[in-house]
């Protein structure tokens, strides 16, 4: 079993310039990202009057990327220059989003449209995703990516505060396809600074003749399936996301907006609320982890999660639910940052170079490829059974997915 360092390193990994060019990067996107997640369900919802099936679709096509680019994402990442396909995908987000703005202004924007733009930004973001996990060991060295990770999360958990107020205010202000325009910069700017970084990128081992894509892709599944850690990081992920990200977060909006009675600025408020947990779980997360170990951590946080989530529909039910929300959003923020720092930096950590694009793409394909079903599932069993019950099976699902962190061995660390 690989362990990670628990040493200090003797120059902080924020110190490093090219390192600070990726962090700075990853919060101007982060900014602009926040608005078009925000705006894309809202636009559906009160400027094409979308329902609870149209809702589970866009949710769908949000996460079907993962299905048709999950798997090839390793392999492009452990092929080509990974600084460069991080560019790449950042230029074809932002060129993409563009086209929610345009449409607007000629009146010719549509459900199918924002069925499109999901979907082929989710395929941006998977590969960009992927080359940026496998990019980072190269970036900053194994040895500080706990610390790496931890800086990342942290300051990711800043912007998670400030974005979602600064996206419902602009969205309140502007309207939300104006508003879009905003992570349309963003992006931009976040693919210029990596561009900017410098750092040497060996190539990798010489493959044989012959050798196709689906060999590299089943090379990194069998490395993930065989691997008893990373097989139930995997098989945990993929009942949360089908349960928490696909069923539960495709209707969360809507069951703010239309039975919560919530407007954009609460629910920017709402969301904001995340940022505070998420800054003080990546705050503690490497000393958590060691404190309780890999297991541990990973079981207590998953449970944290599910109680989180379970807050959502109970929301419904309180006089304030707003409130209750915001502290679903504030408990998620601390289990979602000391549960990814450590299962990341885990798996970075354990995984040879030339596996970690195919590692990374791989776990992600199977916690990921399962979102649009949940989606889909949620969305036509709201329409069955009403909004509280989907969501409210969905926020138990993902308390009880915590089971199968305990096939883990006991020692991982």
Same mark, same amino acid.
């Given at each position: 079993m690989?362990?990670?360092?628990?040493?200090?390193p003797?120059?902080?990994?924020?110190?490093?310039?090219?390192?600070?060019?990726?962090?700075?990067?990853?919060?101007?996107?982060?900014?602009?990202?926040?608005?078009?997640?925000?705006?894309?369900?809202?636009i559906?919802?009160?400027?094409?009057?979308?329902?609870?099936?149209?809702?589970?679709?866009?949710?769908?096509?949000?996460?079907?990327?993962?299905?048709?680019?999950?798997?090839?994402?390793?392999?492009?990442?452990d092929?080509?220059?990974?600084?460069?396909?991080?560019?790449?995908?950042?230029?074809?987000?932002?060129?993409?989003?563009?086209?929610?703005?345009?449409?607007?202004?000629?009146?010719?924007?549509?459900?199918?449209?924002?069925?499109?733009?999901?979907?082929?930004?989710?395929?941006?973001?998977?590969?960009?995703?992927?080359?940026?996990?496998?990019?980072?060991?190269?970036?900053?060295?194994?040895?500080?990516?706990?610390?790496?990770?931890?800086?990342?999360?942290?300051?990711?958990?800043?912007?998670?505060?400030?974005?979602?107020?600064?996206?419902?205010?602009?969205?309140?202000?502007?309207?939300?396809?104006?508003?879009?325009?905003?992570?349309?910069?963003?992006?931009?700017?976040?693919?210029?600074?990596?561009?900017?970084?410098?750092?040497?990128?060996?190539?990798?081992?010489?493959?044989?003749?012959g050798?196709?894509?689906?060999?590299?892709?089943?090379?990194?599944?069998?490395?993930?399936?065989?691997?008893r850690?990373?097989?139930?990081?995997?098989?945990?992920?993929?009942?949360?996301?089908?349960?928490?990200?696909?069923?539960?977060?495709?209707?969360?909006?809507?069951?703010?907006?239309?039975?919560?009675?919530?407007?954009?600025?609460?629910?920017?408020?709402?969301?904001?609320?995340?940022g505070? =947990? /998420? %800054? @003080? *779980?990546?705050?503690? +997360?490497? $000393?958590?982890?060691?404190?309780?170990? #890999?297991?541990?951590?990973? &079981?207590?946080?998953?449970?944290?999660?599910?109680?989180?989530r379970?807050?959502?529909?109970?929301a419904?039910?309180?006089?304030?639910?707003?409130?209750?929300?915001?502290?679903?959003?504030?408990?998620?923020?601390?289990?979602?940052?000391?549960?990814?720092?450590?299962?990341?930096?885990?798996?970075?950590?354990?995984?040879?170079?030339?596996?970690?694009?195919?590692?990374?793409?791989?776990?992600?394909?199977?916690?990921?490829?399962v979102?649009?079903v =949940? /989606? %889909? @599932? *949620?969305?036509?069993? +709201?329409? $069955?059974?009403g909004?509280?019950?989907? #969501?409210?099976?969905?926020? &138990?699902?993902?308390?009880?997915?915590?089971?199968?962190?305990?096939?883990?061995?006991?020692?991982?660390?």
């Amino acid at each position: 079993m690989t362990t990670l360092s628990t040493s200090v390193p003797v120059r902080p990994v924020w110190r490093e310039p090219d390192f600070r060019k990726v962090w700075l990067g990853g919060i101007v996107d982060s900014l602009g990202s926040s608005i078009t997640g925000l705006a894309l369900p809202l636009i559906a919802i009160l400027q094409l009057g979308a329902g609870p099936a149209e809702m589970g679709i866009l949710g769908a096509s949000r996460t079907a990327s993962f299905i048709l680019v999950g798997l090839l994402a390793g392999v492009i990442a452990d092929r080509l220059p990974r600084r460069l396909v991080i560019v790449a995908t950042a230029f074809g987000s932002a060129g993409v989003i563009a086209t929610i703005p345009l449409a607007s202004t000629f009146g010719t924007l549509r459900m199918e449209q924002l069925y499109g733009v999901a979907f082929l930004t989710g395929c941006f973001g998977v590969i960009g995703e992927v080359a940026f996990q496998a990019f980072l060991p190269r970036l900053i060295g194994r040895e500080r990516l706990l610390a790496g990770n931890a800086t990342l999360r942290s300051t990711g958990s800043v912007t998670d505060v400030v974005s979602p107020s600064v996206a419902g205010f602009l969205i309140q202000a502007l309207t939300a396809p104006v508003a879009i325009v905003v992570d349309v910069v963003g992006t931009t700017i976040g693919g210029v600074l990596t561009l900017l970084v410098k750092v040497k990128e060996p190539p990798g081992p010489a493959r044989p003749a012959g050798r196709r894509v689906w060999h590299d892709v089943a090379e990194g599944l069998r490395y993930v399936v065989s691997d008893r850690v990373l097989r139930a990081i995997a098989a945990e992920g993929a009942m949360h996301n089908i349960c928490s990200n696909g069923a539960l977060f495709a209707l969360y909006i809507l069951y703010a907006n239309q039975v919560l009675g919530l407007g954009p600025i609460q629910l920017g408020i709402v969301f904001a609320a995340g940022g505070p =947990g /998420a %800054l @003080l *779980g990546s705050l503690v +997360a490497a $000393r958590y982890g060691r404190r309780f170990g #890999m297991r541990h951590t990973l &079981v207590q946080m998953q449970i944290l999660t599910g109680v989180a989530r379970c807050l959502v529909p109970l929301a419904a039910l309180v006089p304030g639910p707003a409130i209750a929300l915001a502290s679903g959003e504030f408990l998620l923020g601390v289990a979602r940052a000391i549960l990814n720092v450590n299962q990341l930096s885990l798996r970075q950590a354990m995984t040879p170079d030339h596996l970690q694009g195919r590692m990374s793409a791989s776990i992600r394909f199977l916690m990921w490829s399962v979102v649009p079903v =949940g /989606a %889909l @599932l *949620g969305g036509f069993a +709201a329409e $069955r059974f009403g909004l509280v019950p989907t #969501m409210t099976f969905a926020a &138990v699902g993902t308390t009880v997915s915590a089971l199968w962190i305990l096939t883990m061995p006991t020692d991982a660390s």
